[in-house]
């Protein structure tokens, strides 16, 4: 499974990348961006708590996804000028990111996509990410792989995000000196 980490920097990536919702103040979003794309891991609670493995769970489902983003959209939208439609959807695709992130994770039982619905669990044949062994502790070599792999994901993604960038800014240039 990818760590905070990979799934906080597809959070950013996605936000600074896309930004419907205007913003001009880019840390205040970026740390919403970050926590959303996090937030279906606050399942790891009850298993460090009270050694209950509830890790990918119904936090890794559609449905709680939809919940999830409806409800933080509204709470962020009544407090901010953003608007309720793109704030969602904003919030919505962040936090399926994590969803697809752990898609496309080597090993483990796969996500309950469609959690109430199914008990099935969901998991690419193509894997983007190797598994992860926690049984093996922290500082086990074969770590070495996983965070390789993170390392080069959240290269070729900053660095695809600053070539968006700056196309868009080549783009809002040329199109600022047509409409003079």
Avoid: C
């Amino acid at each position: 499974m990818p760590s905070p980490i990979a799934h906080a920097v597809s959070g950013y990536a996605i936000a600074k990348g896309f930004n419907p919702i205007k913003v001009s103040r880019l840390w205040p979003f970026a740390l919403y961006a970050v926590f959303v794309a996090i937030a279906a891991d606050i399942d790891f609670v009850p298993q460090l708590v009270a050694n209950i493995d509830t890790h990918r769970g119904l936090t890794h489902s559609l449905s709680f996804a939809l919940l999830f983003s409806w409800m933080l959209s509204a709470i962020v939208t009544r407090r901010t000028t953003f608007k309720s439609l793109p704030t969602f959807f904003l919030t919505l695709t962040i936090y399926g990111s994590h969803l697809l992130l752990d898609f496309l994770t080597q090993g483990g039982t796969g996500i309950p996509l469609l959690w109430p619905i199914s008990e099935s669990h969901f998991q690419s044949s193509i894997a983007l990410f190797p598994a992860v062994h926690h049984s093996r502790g922290l500082f086990n070599s074969i770590h070495f792989r996983f965070l390789s792999f993170e390392l080069i994901y959240t290269v070729i993604l900053l660095w695809g995000l600053s070539q968006w960038s700056t196309y868009q800014h080549q783009r809002q240039k040329q199109t600022s000196g047509i409409e003079r």
